[in-house]
């Protein structure tokens, strides 16, 4: 069955159990983003686990590598907590574009 609710955060805090909520129910969208939300996706998970970009870029022939490495720079900067709530701000938003399975 469909389901298009969204998830609040308790109390307007974000902690790591709301952000792995979201990591765990944006697998169970009905349809798969498409590769521009994948790739923002990546880049504030990536940001808000482990923190600023600082890997060399990958080969000129790595094209998904490039695309990933480039998502995440774009987040260089931003903290734990608010890549963590952009985050879980940009699974709301593919929940309610795509919606969930139960």
């Known amino acids: 069955m469909e389901n298009s609710k969204t998830f609040s955060l308790a109390s307007g805090n974000v902690n790591s159990n709301e952000f792995n909520l979201a990591a765990d129910i944006v697998k169970k969208l009905i349809k798969t983003p498409d590769n521009d939300e994948l790739l923002h996706?990546?880049?504030?998970?990536?940001?808000?686990?482990?923190?600023?970009?600082?890997?060399?870029?990958?080969?000129?022939?790595?094209?998904?590598?490039?695309?990933?490495?480039?998502?995440w720079l774009e987040c260089k900067g931003i903290t734990v907590f608010d890549s963590e709530i952009k985050y879980i701000t940009y699974v709301n938003e593919l929940i309610k574009k795509y919606g969930i399975n139960n």
Do not use: W
């Not at 996706?41 to 480039?70: E, I, R, W």
């Open 41 to 71: 996706l990546y880049g504030f998970y990536k940001q808000a686990t482990v923190g600023d970009n600082n890997q060399p870029a990958p080969g000129f022939l790595d094209f998904k590598g490039k695309s990933k490495h480039n998502a």
